[in-house]
């Protein structure tokens, strides 16, 4: 069946513009997940939905991130006035939920912030 | 301490080698636990996962899990220069706390 997608793929904007990223997770996944990875850096976790509950978010560097998930299926991260720091791979993850837990990688979109 | 910890490598091997990947965690509550392979510029991809302790195998892969001493591994057989990329551990409690390595990047030379 049909894995995460992501789009774009490919992103290069200006310093202090606004970029939203999409995620389409797989169909069924109850849980999403957005990840960034600097380059040669681990997994940074950014913000976690379930479901309907209220996301966590904690892991969000700043207030110029936010994202939603709508209709607990397509989530969309927004990076506002974006900074030469935030260049990096954005990655999303969705995952079954219920007693399972493994998360399923798209393959990102790599954003250059010059 | 870091919750989760990885040798980042990098680490050689011929091809043909048995590669051993191992990890550290530092929280008992972690009951979950997988491996991920991520070639250069993609998504990692989920390569096995288990919540036991114990072997579990799959092909040419192996996860070992040892939750008395917190240490997981991944064996590879017969390695292939295929198999070179980073491989990330990660566990997690439930759903509650997941948790990834920083990834040890294999090269297997033909």
């Known amino acids: 069946g049909a894995g995460v997608s992501q789009s774009p793929s490919n992103k290069v904007t200006e310093k202090g513009k606004d970029v939203e990223l999409r995620c389409d997770p797989i169909s069924g996944h109850t849980a999403l997940y957005w990840y960034r990875q600097s380059l040669g850096q681990g997994l940074e976790f950014l913000i976690y939905?379930?479901?309907?509950?209220?996301?966590?978010k904690s892991g969000l560097p700043s207030d110029r991130f936010s994202a939603e998930r709508t209709g607990g299926s397509v989530s969309t991260l927004t990076i506002q006035r974006t900074q030469q720091e935030d260049s990096a791979v954005y990655l999303c993850?969705?995952?079954?939920?219920?007693?399972?837990?493994?998360?399923?990688f798209g393959p990102g979109t790599r954003l250059t912030v010059t | 301490q870091k919750e989760v910890e990885q040798d980042p490598g990098p680490l050689s091997v011929p091809e043909g080698a048995i590669v051993s990947l191992n990890c550290t965690y530092s929280n008992s509550a972690f009951q979950y636990f997988m491996w991920y392979r991520q070639y250069s510029r993609k998504g990692p991809e989920l390569l096995m996962y288990?919540?036991?302790?114990g072997n579990k195998e799959d092909g040419r892969f192996t996860a070992q899990v040892d939750k008395s001493s917190k240490y997981i591994s991944l064996f590879i057989r017969d390695s292939q220069p295929s198999d070179s990329a980073t491989y990330l551990c990660?566990?997690?409690?439930?759903?509650?706390?997941?948790?990834f390595g920083p990834g040890t990047r294999l090269s297997v030379l033909p």
């Open positions: 993850a969705s995952s079954p939920g219920g007693q399972s837990y493994e998360q399923y």
């Open positions: 288990t919540y036991s302790s």
């Open positions: 939905f379930q479901g309907n509950s209220a996301p966590d």
């Open positions: 990660a566990t997690d409690n439930y759903g509650q706390n997941f948790v």
